[in-house]
């Protein structure tokens, strides 16, 4: 078979694949080849997408749906953590500590957003953990040396943004008199710092989910996290209104800092609050989305 | 779980390749290269690959047919006892349709 001939095979999913590849793989060896033989099969692979081939499939996709709700959590949980790293750094200056101080609103809803923190990230270590743990397990057991090497990601990539910083702050920083934005090299390597620490989070966290994704773990084990995760994704519901209300709050009783330049990299606040309001809002949306999915399954497994 | 149905029109689009596939292999036990070569002779359609297997995977998930065991790559298929029940009203539907038909014909 040729290479975009066995490339359109790839497009049917694993599953048919598993039941199916061998004989028809035997049986396009033996069909004249025209453009449209190549068309139906491409066809076939999009309908058995759209139509899973036996009940097995369902059954596994209702039983494997905790775990992707689990880690669809987990990685929401991640974005949201990086938007708010940008609204922590962009709050931490004096002007917006006074003003969260001399505004009840302003300094109400921050209050929420760093309690908030607190619970959905107790949440995740608490649903997490025991997943991590079994996955370890399952890794020793197996002899997956692949899981724990990808656990290990994480712990690198921190090591990185950390080394990164240290290099920043206490090597270049001093070899240029500080580090500023408005000239070179800080106006490169400021940005690089963020930069740094969004590529660790993404890089940890997909090697997290792909760790999780293939242990072979107890399905009880993800039904328990399905509770850590709705408390996790409430608290990250409650997090997004607070820092929806601060913005407004802001706007409403500082409007000189609302409308200045004291966002992420000395960009327009406003801009930076609309940022990463958009950034938490889809990665909270995204979480609640995968929690009904999720809950529901849970409902149709427990017996009536 | 296998759906049995005798009602072939639920699988859409692969309802006339089913009808087919499941004629051919009342004439015996068929792997996929070789029911594409009968249903061309028999009926003058040939079926596209995936068209093929799509039809198989459906007919074989409602119990109408059933693997045997591989010759070679090549899986033949078989028709049960329900595929051959669901084949004969199907294709006692299409009788009664055909002779309708002529006879509304012959009085033209």
């Known amino acids: 078979m040729s290479a975009h001939e066995l490339w359109l095979l790839r497009l049917y999913p694993r599953q048919w694949r598993q039941r199916y590849e061998e004989e028809f793989v035997a049986l396009l060896e033996g069909c004249p080849r025209s453009p449209l033989v190549l068309l139906d099969v491409l066809l076939g692979a999009l309908d058995a997408h759209i139509a899973p081939q036996d009940n097995t499939g369902r059954i596994l996709q209702m039983i494997n749906r905790p775990r992707w709700t689990a880690i669809t959590v987990f990685c929401a949980y991640i974005v949201f953590v990086v938007a708010g790293f940008g609204f922590q750094k962009m709050t931490e200056y004096d002007d917006f500590v006074e003003a969260a101080r001399s505004h009840a609103a302003i300094g109400i809803s921050f209050d929420i957003v760093v ?114 995760a709705t408390i996790a994704t409430l608290a990250m519901v409650t997090m997004f209104i607070a820092v929806v209300v601060w913005g407004v709050s802001l706007r409403a009783d500082a409007p000189q800092l609302f409308n200045g330049d004291g966002g992420i990299l000395a960009t327009s606040t406003a801009a930076s609050w609309l940022a990463q309001v958009t950034i938490m809002g889809i990665a909270t949306a995204i979480a609640v989305g995968s929690l009904v999915r999720g809950t529901g399954s849970r409902a149709e497994a427990q017996p009536a | ?106 009085t033209i």
């Open chain 1, 115 to 228: 309690a908030g923190s607190a619970v959905a990230l107790l949440a995740v270590l608490a649903g997490g953990l025991p997943i991590a743990f079994a996955a370890l397990k399952y890794a020793l057991a197996a002899r997956r040396w692949d899981i724990p090497l990808l656990f290990l990601v994480p712990p690198v990539a921190l090591a990185v943004w950390i080394g990164h910083t240290i290099l920043l702050t206490a090597v270049l920083a001093p070899a240029h008199h500080g580090l500023s934005l408005h000239t070179f090299p800080g106006v490169l390597l400021i940005p690089s710092w963020f930069g740094v620490f969004a590529l660790a989070a993404i890089a940890s966290t997909a090697a997290v989910s792909l760790a999780i994704a293939r242990s072979n773990i107890d399905a009880r084990v993800f039904r328990f996290a399905l509770g850590p």
């Open chain 2, 1 to 106: 779980v296998l759906l049995v149905d005798t009602d072939l029109s639920e699988l859409g689009r692969f309802s006339d390749p089913s009808l087919l596939i499941l004629a051919s292999l009342a004439g015996g036990a068929k792997h996929g290269y070789a029911m594409m070569e009968d249903i061309e002779a028999m009926g003058g359609v040939r079926l596209g690959p995936g068209t093929l297997y799509g039809a198989l995977a459906r007919l074989e998930r409602r119990g109408l047919i059933e693997p045997l065991a591989a010759e070679d790559r090549r899986r033949p298929y078989r028709l049960t006892g329900a595929g051959a029940t669901v084949l004969r009203e199907q294709l006692r539907s299409l009788e009664q349709f055909a002779a309708t038909g002529l006879r509304r014909l012959a």
